[in-house]
């Protein structure tokens, strides 16, 4: 790639993830040449997004429609502002992102990526159930679609995209180069400088080496940053927990490789950006210990349908709405009100065939493999194998034929033995009387019907109401919950253009953001809580806008 007016490129794109990828691909479309420094060796290139189940959250698509699911622009937009909760001033540009961001998702955004040659599974499922009012947090319907080929297969356009580039001569890709400083002249942002890391074989995922071999500097007329969040910066998740989650879990597993750690945030402040809702995140309480890891704490999502019990840590059943799938930061806050960082899962085998599924593109190789045979055993056979295996490997995992088995298990895996047989075989023993009809008082068990009622539940999510203590249904399982971290839902300020915002509110020339570094747009699209879908799906329309934006701008 040659310069010209003393600059390396036209842009400089900081972090080679699915956002950084996306806005690198609109640049080279649009004629320009940018140069992606990336601080992890080439085997991690995609970052975050190549784990990823690959859920997208998509409105009135033809999938649901299908599903006979009535969805629209205007639905989804009560369900987004009702979720969100938007409440502060600095909300004002989060606020239109979201707007923007719903239009898109009701728009172009499937006719856009199935272009660029991306499917989806033909099953939408229903994250985030809410179950409180109409205008409060959750999903009014299923809108949560996996596409084919998981987080890899969303990747796979744009990395191929990005290696056209480079044959072409108008993208390079500068792995094991990490970003120390952003450089200005006149107040603009014009370069990047670093360290340059020793080569590494670390494999993708895993922890590289971080020994410094050299320096470098970049010139370009405009830089994007697309770092990401701070998931895997355990300490920097307890400096910035809210208060309103109660006291930070002791204990957490990680959700996300080593290297997201947030480290870009502090610099890209340094240089004059302002960062907002540094306290809103998204963490998950569905976490279980990975008995085959890959990262250091590496913890794997059950995404559960929604029939299992859930305790808390003496046993004590959740209050309604608080069902798994229903309000993820709800649960965590109640969690974190015990005094406690754990809590419970009871089922029935029939219930893990049925309802459980594991969140990364590891854990599903029928979808990632893209395998329709494979994949129909999700409605005809067992468990999928990968749960199975945890069933059996994990550490998290009790399976025993009575009750009284099975709470001697639980209790041997936690410092106090806190779970009463007696307080717990009466809580099961009333749940599984409501079961006699085809109505009842208990909300819980009245939301599994409700679930059954749409086809995608009744085919692969949602098993068949029946007793938990029913031999024929057994072995009884529990499984023990840890909080999993994931998502940052704040980070850098940015306009409708991808654009970083200073503290006075006016862009910081010739720099913007994507991604998770900019609460996947504005600094904090999702506002409080999130919809689901909504991770990859912000790195993709931020990605997008950014790289449009700064072609137009550096032209």
């Given at each position: ?6 600059y ?10 699915l ?12 004629g ?46 009560d ?8 409440d502060?001033e ?33 099953i939408?499922?229903?994250a ?13 319907v ?59 074989t ?12 050299g ?22 998740v307890?400096?910035y ?24 945030l502090?610099i ?15 963490h ?9 890891p ?21 046993g ?7 069902f ?6 709800g ?70 034929r ?31 009387r ?21 086809l ?33 839902l ?9 654009r970083v ?16 570094v ?38």
């Amino acid at each position: 790639m040659s310069s010209s007016g003393g600059y390396d490129a036209d842009v400089i794109v900081v972090g080679a993830g699915l956002a950084g990828l996306v806005a690198a691909t609109e640049l080279a479309d649009a004629g320009r040449r940018v140069i992606i420094v990336e601080q992890e060796p080439a085997a991690s290139f995609g970052g975050q997004a190549f784990w990823s189940l690959g859920g997208l959250f998509l409105v009135d698509s033809p999938e649901q429609r299908r599903l006979g699911v009535r969805d629209s622009y205007d639905l989804a937009l009560d369900d987004w502002m009702g979720t969100a909760g938007f409440d502060r001033e600095e909300d004002a540009w989060p606020r239109r992102w979201a707007e923007a961001y719903v239009a898109f998702a009701a728009g172009e955004k499937r006719s856009w990526l199935r272009q660029l040659g991306v499917r989806i599974v033909p099953i939408v499922g229903w994250a985030e159930r809410g179950g409180y009012g109409a205008i409060g947090h959750g999903n009014s319907v299923p809108r949560f679609h996996i596409m084919w080929g998981t987080g890899p297969g969303v990747l796979e356009p744009f990395v191929r995209r990005v290696r056209e580039g480079e044959a072409q001569g108008k993208i390079v890709v500068k792995f094991r180069h990490r970003v120390n400083h952003l450089s200005t002249s006149g107040g603009t942002v014009d370069g990047v400088q670093g360290d340059v890391l020793e080569p590494s074989t670390a494999a993708r995922g895993t922890a590289s080496s971080r020994v410094v071999v050299g320096e470098f500097a970049l010139k370009a007329q405009a830089v994007i940053v697309t770092s990401g969040g701070i998931g895997a910066n355990h300490d920097l998740v307890r400096q910035y927990w809210p208060r309103r989650l109660g006291v930070p879990p002791q204990q957490m597993l990680s959700g996300v490789p080593e290297h997201v750690d947030g480290r870009m945030l502090g610099i890209v402040e340094i240089a004059g950006a302002n960062i907002i809702n540094r306290d809103r995140m998204w963490h998950y309480v569905e976490g279980i210990q990975n008995w085959n890891p890959i990262w250091s704490q590496h913890g794997i999502r059950i995404l559960p349908g929604p029939s299992s019990l859930w305790l808390d840590a003496h046993g004590r059943r959740l209050p309604v709405p608080l069902f798994p799938g229903f309000d993820t930061l709800g649960t965590l806050q109640h969690i974190m009100e015990t005094g406690y960082d754990y809590s419970w899962f009871v089922l029935t085998q029939k219930i893990i065939e049925r309802e459980f599924a594991l969140s990364g593109s590891e854990q599903n190789p029928d979808i990632t493999g893209k395998s329709w045979r494979m994949m129909l055993g999700r409605a005809f056979g067992g468990a999928p194998a990968p749960v199975e295996a945890f069933k059996t490997h994990g550490a998290d995992f009790v399976v025993e034929r009575t009750l009284a088995d099975l709470v001697r298990g639980m209790n041997a895996l936690t410092d106090e033995p806190l779970i009463d047989h007696t307080a717990l075989e009466r809580e099961i023993v009333a749940r599984d009387r409501q079961t006699d009809n085809a109505f009842c008082k208990d909300m819980q068990i009245n939301a599994i019907h409700d679930a059954r009622r749409y086809l995608g539940d009744r085919l692969i999510r949602t098993a068949k109401v029946h007793k938990l203590l029913d031999p024929a249904a057994g072995p009884l399982i529990a499984v023990r919950l840890h909080v999993l971290t994931r998502k940052t839902l704040g980070g850098l300020q940015t306009d409708l253009s991808g654009r970083v915002l200073r503290r006075d509110g006016q862009p910081l020339p010739g720099l913007y953001a994507a991604g998770e570094v900019a609460g996947f747009g504005g600094g904090g699209m999702h506002g409080y809580r999130a919809l689901e879908g909504t991770f990859l799906g912000g790195c993709l329309f931020s990605g997008r806008v950014a790289g449009r934006a700064a072609a137009a701008a550096v032209a």
